[in-house]
């Protein structure tokens, strides 16, 4: 789990790294030879550099490339989550529901916990996006009513919980992922979209190119920038091409694609060639990443 990782990082630091929580960054000023950064609740910092890894909806990058328009660019698609303690059945692992323009995937989690991602196509939303739980949950209900399978039990579920993760499936896509001495990484430089995953690799991935980078360049920190650009731009738009080419099998809009997809999924099990036809040359990752020696 990302949780997980995160607290694997977090240990890792062992005191060595100041770590700030419950805050974010008001405001970003070049300084010459520093960056002074201004907090909502901590006092201001001067830095060397700044770098975002604060998400698809990352405030740095607004405040260090300007507004979002034409950044963030949605798939036609929203996604909620949210976990339950002890809900039977709990037979596989992983399994997943379809109906027309809508999905819900259960995934049996550890310590008797099961995680609910439901996934709809952007028509069935209301005009305004739900701000809170309880007009998550409404949202949820009324487009899942009449879907079947487990939905009833899964709502009925759904309605003893707090924290419904609830968002738009977007890819951000940029020409640039510095400016100064401000970089981005992760899903604020290039989310490739929740539902192709593989988000918290690419951005350890990326994390690692850029580190190495600034390592070896002695004190260049603008060609440090360049280079990891050029190393990994390239690859992160090719993973954002496919993705956004096969988004639509997670929830196809009609029973036809739902039994095509069901169909080529089954086949993918059977013949290896099939899963190269229809995924194997867009989703395998072509980059190598170097060795920069620590």
């Not at 929580?21 to 550099?49: K, M, N, Q, T, Y």
């Not at 009513?145 to 707090?162: K, R, S, T």
Request: aromatic share 12%.
């Amino acid at each position: 789990m990302r949780s997980d990782l995160a607290a694997t990082i977090y240990g890792a630091l062992d005191g060595a790294v100041e770590t700030l929580f419950g805050d974010s960054v008001a405001s970003i000023e070049e300084a010459g030879a520093c960056v002074r950064v201004r907090f909502d609740h901590a006092l201001p910092r001067e830095a060397d550099l700044v770098v975002g890894a604060d998400g698809l909806h990352s405030r740095v990058r607004r405040l260090a490339l300007g507004p979002d328009v034409g950044v963030e660019v949605s798939l036609g698609y929203h996604v909620a989550a949210f976990e339950v303690g002890g809900y039977r059945p709990r037979d596989e692992a992983y399994v997943g529901y379809g109906f027309p323009g809508r999905q819900i995937f259960r995934f049996s989690m550890r310590e008797d916990k099961t995680l609910f991602l439901l996934a709809f196509r952007d028509e069935y939303l209301p005009a305004e996006s739900p701000a809170e739980d309880r007009e998550r949950k409404s949202v949820l209900t009324n487009v899942f009513a009449n879907v079947g399978w487990e939905c009833p039990q899964i709502l009925a579920a759904m309605a003893g919980v707090g924290n419904i993760y609830f968002d738009r499936v977007s890819q951000v896509r940029l020409n640039r992922w510095t400016t100064g001495r401000t970089a981005l990484l992760g899903d604020a430089a290039a989310c490739v979209c929740l539902l192709a995953g593989e988000g918290s690799g690419l951005a350890m991935a990326e994390t690692y190119v850029l580190a190495g980078e600034l390592h070896n360049c002695g004190g260049d920190y603008g060609a440090a920038f360049a280079r990891y650009q050029q190393r990994l731009m390239p690859f992160l738009r090719r993973k954002q091409k496919s993705a956004a080419k096969f988004a639509s099998s997670f929830a196809p809009r009609t029973a036809f694609g739902i039994a095509f997809r069901n169909l080529v999924l089954r086949l993918m099990r059977r013949l290896s060639f099939v899963v190269d036809f229809f995924i194997g040359r867009e989703m395998r990752d072509q980059v190598k990443l170097p060795d920069y020696g620590f």
